[in-house]
């Protein structure tokens, strides 16, 4: 079994950053993917952004060139969100996928508001 811990949620004013970042424990392969999900009201979950091990990316288009994904290892990835939107608020779910298996963690609400 895989547990993820999120972290740097928060509130924030437009055009304002913030980091997220996500802990991986458990069963963890040294191959996976990681990324970010959000779900704002009323829609539907939308990735934001994935990361391998090996260091390929894939962004969201409403985000890039504002938010960067990293990794630190095979068990932690960061989100570093720039330029703040209102429409970037939203619950922001990390996510590890290995062996066609996904986990998934609780979510962190990041508000943006002036």
């Known amino acids: 079994q895989v547990q993820l811990v999120e972290s740097g949620g928060g509130l924030v004013q437009p055009g304002g950053s913030l980091r997220l970042s996500c802990a991986a424990s458990g069963n963890i392969f040294s191959n996976n993917v990681m990324g970010w999900y959000r779900q704002a009201p009323g829609k539907q979950r939308e990735l934001v952004a994935t990361i391998t091990t090996r260091g390929s990316t894939n962004y969201a288009d409403s985000v890039k060139g504002r938010f960067t994904i990293s990794r630190d290892n095979a068990k932690n990835t960061n989100l570093k969100m720039n330029s703040l939107k209102a429409e970037d608020a939203a619950v922001y779910y990390c996510?590890?996928?290995?062996?066609?298996?996904?986990?998934w963690g609780q979510g962190t609400q990041v508000t943006v508001s002036s």
């Open positions: 996510k590890l996928s290995q062996l066609w298996r996904e986990y």
